[in-house]
């Protein structure tokens, strides 16, 4: 073999790890909504630069096309509509307002380090004195900020769809293995899942009340009631398609589990959850959406803190810059939104074969 055979040879190698590694990635990137990087990085080791380009147009320039067009489609029409608050807000305004809200955000959160400060100075001056009784761990009470409400909101949702998960997975597969208990179950569900949160808040918030009877505890009450209306209107989907994954499980291996005499507690977790993953994760994904719409909604009209109050504030307060920061907020929504089922996606290809995205 000559020196210019072997300088070929181990180039080829070298690509060939190189499509190793970038077909390795390209799952996690689909994960993640970025199937895009794919073909520009199997254009830039030459892996058929024509056709990674159509690629490349389909999954990054299309869509980043349609974003342009939508903006500049808002930043047209927006001035041409006059409302109560004002002509609607263009992209140039509701950017204004997102930089004067970080920059808010900026002060408030050294205005809380501040204070934690001063209250860390007077406890050690009370120790130093001879009096730790008299250490307190005084709250902050100022006005959050807008990266406050949105923490407060995804720590809101993640706590309710949390509950839901831990009650609507047994009962689906409880539903899917027993007839009797999806004939029980069946009218339940149809009863309740149609129904509004705007009529479970009510229900819950008297209910919360009555049980929870301190602030002084891990969760807030306004925190138990959003979480809680969360539970109740998020539940229904992963319910009913955990109970159809069960009940869809091939009956040979079931039979499988029988003449092997396995406990049921194998059996569920060798035969039943493994085949049903694919639905109860797409249950999963569909209540989480549900979960962060009925959040939103639900702080709304309780007032609790989160990006929905955030929005009844400012429509309240009619200043200039209102219908800018819900528009902002609306935009926000939507992305966390959209950020929390690629989350959801992304665990189902981590733990399931299926190829839903």
């Known amino acids: 073999m000559t020196i210019a055979d072997s300088d070929f040879a181990t180039t080829e190698a070298r690509r060939a790890r190189l499509f190793t590694r970038i077909n390795a990635a390209d799952k996690w990137l689909q994960m993640l909504g970025l199937a895009w990087i794919t073909p520009v990085l199997k254009a830039a080791v030459g892996d058929n630069p024509r056709a990674q380009l159509v690629e490349i147009w389909r999954l990054l320039l299309v869509p980043l096309l349609a974003v342009i067009g939508f903006v500049a489609l808002w930043g047209v029409m927006a001035p041409k509509v006059q409302t109560s608050l004002g002509v609607i807000p263009g992209p140039g305004q509701v950017w204004a307002e997102m930089v004067n809200l970080h920059h808010d955000a900026k002060a408030k959160s050294e205005k809380k380090a501040a204070f934690q400060i001063r209250v860390d100075a007077r406890n050690e001056k009370l120790i130093a004195q001879g009096r730790p009784e008299q ?118 291996l079931i039979n499988v589990s029988k003449v092997l005499k396995m406990s049921l507690w194998s059996k569920i ?39 929905g109050k955030f929005v ?4 309240q307060n009619g200043s200039s810059q209102s219908l800018a920061r819900i528009i902002l907020a609306v935009l926000t929504i939507g992305l966390i939104g959209m950020m929390l089922d690629r989350v959801m996606c992304a665990l189902q290809s981590l733990f399931t074969f299926s190829n839903n995205r």
């Open 135 to 252: 250490v307190r761990d005084i709250a902050y009470t100022g006005a959050p900020s807008y990266y406050d409400q949105i923490w407060t909101s995804i720590k809101t949702v993640g706590f309710g769809f949390l509950i839901a998960s831990a009650i609507a997975i047994p009962l689906g597969i409880l539903g899917g293995l027993s007839p009797t208990a999806s004939a029980a179950m069946n009218p339940l569900v149809q009863i309740f899942k149609p129904v509004s949160p705007l009529a479970w808040l009510p229900i819950v918030t008297m209910v919360v009340s009555a049980l929870y009877v301190t602030n002084d505890g891990m969760f807030t009450k306004s925190f138990m009631v959003s979480a809680v209306t969360v539970t109740l209107c998020s539940m229904w989907p992963t319910l009913i398609n955990t109970s159809l994954g069960v009940a869809s499980i091939d009956k040979d």
């Open 269 to 307: 977790t060798k035969l039943v959850l493994p085949s049903a993953l694919p639905l109860i994760f797409t249950g999963l994904r569909l209540s989480l959406g549900v979960g962060w719409m009925v959040l939103i909604a639900a702080e709304m009209l309780a007032q609790n803190p989160g990006l």
């Open 312 to 315: 009844w504030d400012e429509f």
